[in-house]
Structure formats: C-alpha cells, structure tokens
DNA sequence: AGCGGCGTATACCGGTTGGTATAGTCACCG
DNA sequence: CGGTGACTATACCAACCGGTATACGCCGCT
C-alpha cells in the first residue's frame, strides 16, 4: 500500500522535501519536462524512496496540486479574515490576488496549467483543479449574497472571472497593476449590483 | 534552409495535413505530450517530410500557434466587422468568444495552455501568445476610446480580463453561459465609464 | 535485543523522445 | 530527356521517460 490518496499524515522528512522540490520544479518547469529522476536528484532523495512515499508520479501530482490549493487558501482566507463588510472582504480576496501574485505565482495559476498539461480526462488531479475554482465562487456568491446583491451567482461568476483574467494578464503579460485593475472592476460590478461604497442605510 | 518562421508560401499539400493534425493534437492532448512519430503517423506521413516541411518541433509549435491565433483574429473580426457602434463592437467580441468556444476551445485558451507548457522564456511560440493578448487589449482600448471611455486603457484591460476568465469559466469548469456573464459584466463596466446603451447625445 | 520504518545506492527494464541518414519513387516541367 | 521538388520507407541514434528490483545502513521503540 503507497500511501491513499485522501490522507493527511505528517509527511516524513525525506517526503517533504520531495513535495517543496516538487512544488518548485512542477510550477516553474512544468510537470511533464520534470522527470522523477531529476525531482530525485534536487531534493537530496532516491528515486524509490519517492515511489515508496507517494506511489506513482500521478499521485505526486495529485498531492503538488493539493499542497498548493492549500497554500493559496490560507492567503485568501488570511486577506478574507481582516475585512469587515461582505463588500470589504468580497474586495479583500483581490488583495488577497496581488500578495500571491507577487512572488508566489510568476507562471499563471498552477491549475490552469495542470488543467493544460493534463490532457487525461481521468486524472485526479484535474478535480483538485476544479476544486479550488467552485470553491472561489462559492466564497464570492456567498459573500454578494450576504451584501444583498440580486444575483448573487451571476456577479459571483463575474468577478471569479475578474480574478482569472488578472492572473493571466499579471503573469502572461507582466501586468503588474491587473490585480488593481481587476479590484476597481470588482467595486465597478458591486455598485451596478446595488452594493455601494458606504452608507448601507439606502432603503 | 528549412523554411524561416516569416514567410508565408502556400504550404505543400503534405505540409498542410501536418499542421492541421498538430492543430488538433497539440491543442487536445497537450504540445509535449505528442511526439513527432504520432504526429506523422496520423498525417499519413513520414517523419522526415516533417522536418523538410518545418524544421523542428519548436518550429512546427510556433506554425502551429500562428495558424490557431489567425483563426481566432477571422472569427474576432467577422463578428466585430458587422457591428455598428464601438460600444457593440466591444459586445461582438463577447459574442466572438462565444462561437468560438462552442466548438473550437473546449480545452482552454491554446496561447495560454502553451505559455504553460512551453517552459523555456526564449521559446518562440511563447511571443506568439503575447501578441495575440496585446492585440485584443489594443482592439478594445481604440473600442471603448472610440466610444468616449475616460479611462481606455484601464477599460479595455478589465474588458479582456473578462474575456479570459470566462475562457476559464468555460473550459475548466464546464459553464456554458460563461461568455453570456462576460458580456453582461462588460456592459455593466462600459455603462459605469459612460458608455451607455443608446442616446449617445448625452454631453 | 530485535524489529520495522525510513532512507541510500545502484542497476535495470521496456518504451519513447527529437532528430538524422540512406535509399528510392513519383510527377511535373523546361 | 534530364532534372528537380515532394514524398515514402526504413533504420538508426543517444538520451530520457516512469517504474521496479536488490541489497544495505541507520535509528528509535518496545
């Protein structure tokens, strides 16, 4: 048995150091130019020892995807955490957008490109991919709803688009202002959909 | 010589199968993962009339990539060709994105799918993918400036983040009114930078 | 004292990669 | 008639791919 899929346990330290390796090279490089043996070698590690802790290279992958998910989560939540309204915390996720972008994501969203390198229909890691896209519409369509918006899920569809776009122009074309570009967008929606700046007592 | 990335000759009947295999190859199952032999064999042609033909692999991914994003520029300006004001020509590329996703990008946008794959900063194919985002960002910056926009630039850059994200929304998470949700939003964005639907006598 | 988990080292497997070499066929064209 | 461009067929290359095998060392736990 190589270690299920769904578990979290501790990570050995030789593991670890595959998977930071791992969340280096398969980011940067891309996961198909990046062999095992190469993997191996920069991480100080045998090649059996990383089929012994993660099983097949799908599974590495599926586990890469996993750790940076989780990363970014903890970002958008951290950003999330400290703003106030719905509408503040709704704007807090691009700010949340430009501390990732600067210096953790030089190359586009990872998923996207997972989403691209993989063209298996089957393999796992494409709902990790999935997974974080729902899982960002779901946190704006809550918070437009609890700020009143009319159509909470169409507004929230809008602005996750807002957040793909500006990862493409931040990290394709070097735009270094898209994330603001996209948070004036953002506040631009928000006023059409009746969610203004202050002043909520507007009935 | 083996035909220099420039010029534009009428492409053997041989050469021709080729590109448009790899067309459908590199853009479904991903650049790397489609090796040369694949490629020949289902053209119904040998490997060295390919490298008479293109050159290289690299060569043979920046023909590919030209021919797709000349493509995309027909069905861009076939929609926007017969629109009449710059406030619906900047709709009509909604409206492009639209009939071009229903049937030709199923799997994302194939300049960004390549940014991802293509590690190497000096690969070739990497300016094409750049040029095309430029060219869409000029398009609609002259667009919304025709139309009286304060800000183009700023307009036009949240108007082409929409269109990726809806890419995304699209691709990845299988929304087909995605494109429908983008152009929503870019006529809430055009009406708040005062661009309004009619009655453009309004000074 | 012993055992199992973790790790190293090395060698190997069949298959595929991008790319080249050699030899030959066919059709058109001056 | 001869030449040339387009193409096929086959074989080959070194390098690398993901994955496996064998054998051994270390360390903490009971």
Redesign the interface.
Known sequence: MTASATEARPLTPAARRVLDVAGQLFY???I??VGMELLAEEAGVTKKTIYDRFGSKQDLVVAYLRARDERWQDCLDRHVAVAGTPRARVLATFDALYAWMDGENP??CA???A???L?DPDHPGREV??GQ??RLRALLADLVEQAGAAAPG?LA??L???????V??C???G?T??TR??R??AE??M??HGIAAEAPSQV
């Open positions: 940067t490089r891309g198909n130019t190359r586009g998923m996207v490109n989403y691209a390198e063209s991919a999935v896209k729902l169409r569809e809008a996750a688009m807002l957040h793909e776009g500006a493409v122009a990290s394709v074309l735009d202002d898209a570009t996209a004036d967008a631009t929606l006023g059409a």
